[in-house]
T-cell receptor, first 114, second 108 residues
Framework: EAGVTQFPSHSVIEKGQTVTLRCDPISGHDNLYWYRRVMGKEIKFLLHFVKESKQDESGMPNNRFLAERTGGTYSTLKVQPAELEDSGVYFC????????????FGQGTRLTVV | KNEVEQSPQNLTAQEGEFITINCSYSVGISALHWLQQHPGGGIVSLFMLSSGKKKHGRLIATINIQEKHSSLHITASHPRDSAVYICAVKGSNYKLTFGKGTLLTVNP
């Protein structure tokens, strides 16, 4: 069975451009999470989907970030326009429904804004 | 102060040594995760625990809910164990709060 996959693995864009990150969760996982690690800091929560609904988006930094999960399958995270401080590694994780189910993480997308 | 504190931040050991990484947290939790990330790699879940102790191969994780403390032990460490080990806790909601990680280097 395929794990959580993220695309692209790396992205280098200029300040002001738009980037869209994609996450394909494990099939059947209703919970999907986006996390981010910026240089030198701990990984921080961005948002949580249950199926296609945003359950918690309290970690989204600002309105330049837009996450979607159409149809409750894969999710996209768009940054528009990108700023230098958006650079970091963006991780996606998914889990089965329920509170204490194990989360499976993707490989991450390393975003560099120059 | 971060809600999840790990120690040490960096750890260098010789192959074969017994390793302990500690995690303390300040909030009520429903579960604690130990995660592993190799350089340039993704995050792998090692353990999820809410009480007691779990063992998988050479890895052992313990948690003391009353003391809000968990430890990850590696017995007979090997260079392939070199990675960042991350403690993360789940509170009353679904999201994880992460520690900064412990960079472990095991030399042959």
């Amino acid at each position: 069975e395929a794990g959580v996959t993220q695309f692209p693995s790396h992205s280098v864009i200029e300040k002001g451009q738009t980037v869209t990150l994609r996450c394909d969760p494990i099939s059947g996982h209703d919970n999907l999470y986006w996390y981010r690690r910026v240089m030198g800091k701990e990984i921080k929560f961005l948002l949580h989907f249950v199926k296609e609904s945003k359950q918690d988006e309290s970690g989204m930094p600002n309105n330049r970030f837009l996450a979607e999960r159409t149809g409750g399958t894969y999710s996209t995270l768009k940054v528009q326009p990108a700023e230098l401080e958006d650079s970091g590694v963006y991780f996606c994780a998914s889990s089965l429904s329920g509170m204490n189910t194990e989360a499976f993480f993707g490989q991450g997308t390393r975003l560099t804004v120059v | 102060k971060n809600e999840v504190e790990q120690s040490p931040q960096n750890l260098t050991a010789q192959e074969g040594e017994f390793i302990t990484i500690n995690c303390s947290y300040s909030v009520g939790i429903s579960a604690l995760h130990w995660l592993q990330q190799h350089p340039g790699g993704g995050i792998v879940s090692l353990f999820m625990l809410s009480s007691g102790k779990k063992k998988h191969g050479r890895l052992i994780a313990t948690i003391n809910i009353q003391e809000k403390h968990s430890s990850l032990h590696i017995t007979a460490s090997h260079p392939r164990d070199s990675a960042v080990y991350i403690c993360a806790v789940k509170g009353s909601n679904y999201k994880l709060t992460f520690g900064k990680g412990t960079l472990l280097t095991v030399n042959p």
